[in-house]
């Protein structure tokens, strides 16, 4: 039996520690080692980074590499967690990219004509991405209508609205303002570190830890809350999630308001990497969106998630990045072989799926 095929009786509460059990399935348990993802993901993550550092030992420099490279983990972690949260249902969001794009105008606006300070702008962006995420749900959960058509219209339609907001508020430039805080963290690591006698900043960037804290809440949340749980029970059986009166259709608003939430908070990053609030933001998350949390086991026909999976997915898809853009590789080659990995993760998905059935147990 596979974590798809659970259903919960009616009479039993779905809260009970055997649905918890069944639900929060642990990708790759049960399955032989070479099958486990997560295992796969740190293997093939450490031969790449020595093999590219072999290559170009530039990569293990600290102000060139390694401080890049970690923000730009945090900004797709938390881009592949925004997926995950509709993958769990077994649904997709395709405006992730637009999502993120809508909330950093609007933090944008808010320091340019309200004065907020830095975390108050960054806050009212996520408010304004989680209504637009939810906004995405309540269609999805009203008109039954799939989700991937109903993100790929709302897709074009942001597209649209923020060219529109753009050339309306700031003439098609980017925001200028910059808030107090904001070149600090962009620019500065997290604390020291001292080897020996010798002490110098550590190569953990400012970013880093929104990323870590937004993973632990996305972790605890499928984990340990009742709803986590439902989320999962809808995603693996929608029909028996209803059956244990489970409020499907708000937990679709739940799912898809946490990844426009998550979107918001990965768009306000990345302006902050980039140094400005530009209408670009976000073009480049739709496929890393997925990259992260497939690579690291997550389902996408739902019921079962990996946040763990999602971290080391988010950072293999940098290191390989990263270490392809050293070696000399253009973008549109990047994104040749980002493609490529895609379809080799999409095809493993389905092995780990075929391998768990054979053996009835869960992927």
């Known amino acids: ?57 530039a990569f293990f420099n600290e102000r060139l590499t390694i401080v890049p490279l970690l923000a730009d983990v945090s900004v797709f972690l938390i881009v592949g967690l925004a997926q995950l949260c509709v993958l769990s249902l077994g649904h997709m969001n395709l405006a992730v990219g637009r999502m993120a794009a809508i909330s950093a105008f609007v933090t944008g606006w808010a320091y340019t004509s309200l ?119 809808t995603g693996s059986s929608e029909r028996a999630a209803q059956y244990s009166g489970i409020p499907t259709g708000g937990r679709v608003v739940a799912a898809h308001a946490m990844s426009g939430t998550l979107a918001a908070l990965a768009g306000f990053l990345l302006a902050v990497n980039n140094g400005a609030f530009s209408a670009n933001i976000g073009e480049g998350f739709l496929l890393p969106s997925f990259l992260a949390p497939v690579l690291g086991g997550t389902l996408l026909a739902g019921g079962a998630v990996s946040v763990l999976g999602t971290i080391l997915g988010a950072t293999l898809t940098q290191v390989i990045y990263k270490g392809l853009n050293l070696l000399g590789f253009v973008l549109d080659e990047l994104k040749i072989y980002l493609g490529v990995v895609l379809i080799l993760a999409l095809s493993l998905d389905r092995l780990r799926v075929v391998l768990a059935e054979r053996r009835g147990v869960r992927p």
């Open 115 to 233: 004065s907020v300070p830095l975390y108050v702008g960054m806050v009212i962006g996520l408010l304004a991405g989680a209504a637009v995420g939810g906004l995405a749900g309540l269609i999805i959960a009203r008109t039954g209508v799939n989700s991937f058509v109903v993100t790929l219209a709302l897709d074009f339609a942001l597209l649209g609205l923020v060219t529109l907001l753009y050339n309306s508020v700031t003439g098609g430039v980017s925001f200028a303002v910059r808030p107090d805080g904001m070149d600090q963290l962009r620019n500065d690591t997290f604390g020291d570190y001292c080897a020996g006698d010798w002490c110098g900043p550590s190569a953990i960037p400012l970013v880093a830890p929104l990323g870590l804290i937004a993973a632990l809440v996305v972790g605890y949340v499928f984990r340990y809350t009742r709803l986590g749980r439902e989320l999962l029970m």
């Open 1 to 57: 039996m596979t974590a798809r095929d659970v259903t919960v009786p009616a009479s039993k509460p779905p809260e009970t520690p055997e649905v918890d059990e069944a639900r929060t399935a642990r990708p790759g348990r049960g399955l032989p080692f070479w099958a486990n993802p997560r295992l796969g993901l740190v293997v093939v993550t450490a031969a790449l980074v020595a093999i590219f550092g072999s290559l170009r030992p």
